[in-house]
């Protein structure tokens, strides 16, 4: 238990009034009580002297301990509020990124449905389609075949012009491909297809898609197929693989017909694989239309290589006798050093014969 700071002053009353009490008891004595009163009071004033400056400095280190304490918990404060504030900005840092991810996916999404409309209204008008539909056919034929295997818009002698004429040899000739695909029929058969309760108008939609491609049939038969200037057939190129699939699930008759008629239907995927065929067919022909120049092409590489051989022949032979000129020369040159150390040392003894080896 802490003691209490006021007990000095306290026993310092206790013993004033003891002291008055004890005066007061002795009353001939005057001048010893005033000197003890006066003694008393000068010690009562330095006590209390003693006890003033004791409250300032307990209240000068009270008022430390207590800024000592604030100034703690203003740094802990000040620290929390830095810590909070720095993870605030860092939240807010990551939610912003994220708002922006955001935006830039929202912009890419409304781009791809800018560019899904884009498509639609391409393929929902007829002449535009038709450019779509040439397009691909460009792409595809400009990755598969030679350039001068291919002629473009190519007119006929009926005045019909093919969106691309490949130029195949003999007896097949020219093959005209057709692009414009009639997609308004397939686009309303579809259409109504997702549509509950519409079965009238379904069946309505498939006998007009049945009837575009029965006229498309016959229109590419009577202005492709020319005996003695294009093949015996034509191509009608559709756009997209899912008519294609369509055709060939829902209307195989469609397709029969068709390939009666000599024309034969390709999607994109098809397509490269017959063009592919048809690369191949072409190399062919050209190896055989060049057949007697690869033919003379190759006496000229025999007789070169006849040049060659017996050229390498006569280098072997010189080199054959240049290494014998070699290995005599060689021997000579021993021979003149043997000659020379004899003629160092004075080594004349003997009559005079020839060194070995000559």
Same mark, same amino acid.
């Given at each position: ?24 008891? *002795? ?19 330095? &006590? ?46 990551? $939610? ?6 955001? =935006? ?12 899904? $409309? ?31 295997? +291919? ?11 093919? =969106? ?13 491909? =057709? ?33 575009? +491609?029965?006229? &498309? ?7 492709? +197929? @020319? ?20 055709? &060939? ?28 065929? @048809? ?38 032979? &010189? ?19 043997? *000659?020379?150390?004899?003629? =160092? ?14």
């Amino acid at each position: 238990m802490a003691a209490n700071p006021d007990w000095p002053f306290y026993a310092a009353i206790g013993g004033l009034v003891a002291l008055v009490l004890w005066l007061l008891a *002795r009353p001939n004595r005057t001048a010893d009580r005033l000197s003890v009163l006066a003694e008393t009071q000068t010690r009562m004033t330095a &006590h209390l002297t003693y006890l003033a400056d004791a409250q300032t400095a307990s209240e000068r280190r009270m008022a430390e301990a207590l800024e000592r304490r604030l100034g703690a918990v203003g740094h802990g404060l000040s620290t929390a509020l830095a810590e909070g504030a720095e993870t605030t900005a860092a939240t807010l840092g990551a $939610l912003q990124e994220r708002l922006n991810t955001i =935006d830039r996916a929202q912009d890419k999404m409304a781009a791809l449905s800018g560019d899904l $409309l884009s498509l639609q209204d391409i393929l929902a008008n007829k002449q535009a389609s038709g450019d779509f539909g040439e397009i691909q056919l460009y792409e595809i034929l400009r990755g598969a075949l030679p350039g001068d295997a +291919i002629r473009w818009q190519a007119t006929l002698s009926t005045g019909v012009r093919a =969106d691309a004429l490949l130029m195949l040899p003999e007896p097949q000739g020219p093959l005209a491909i =057709d692009a414009k695909f009639p997609l308004e029929p397939y686009e309303a058969m579809v259409s109504l297809g997702r549509a509950p309760g519409k079965s009238k108008e379904r069946a309505d939609a498939e006998r007009k898609f049945r009837a575009a +491609i029965k006229t &498309h049939i016959k229109a590419i038969s009577e202005k492709y +197929i @020319l005996p003695g200037e294009t093949a015996p057939g034509a191509l009608m190129f559709l756009p997209a693989e899912a008519i294609y699939a369509e055709l &060939h699930a829902r209307f195989p008759d469609l397709v029969r017909e068709a390939f009666g008629a000599n024309v034969w239907i390709v999607s994109p995927t098809t397509a490269m694989a017959t063009l592919t065929t @048809l690369a191949a067919v072409l190399r062919d022909a050209r190896v055989q239309a060049h057949a007697q120049d690869i033919r003379r092409e190759i006496g000229l590489l025999g007789l070169e290589i006849e040049r060659i051989a017996a050229r390498t022949e006569g280098l072997e032979k &010189h080199l054959l006798k240049a290494t014998e000129e070699a290995a005599a020369l060689s021997r000579a040159s021993a021979r003149a050093k043997k *000659r020379g150390i004899r003629l =160092d040392t004075l080594d004349f003894d003997g009559p005079p014969q020839a060194l070995a080896g000559e």
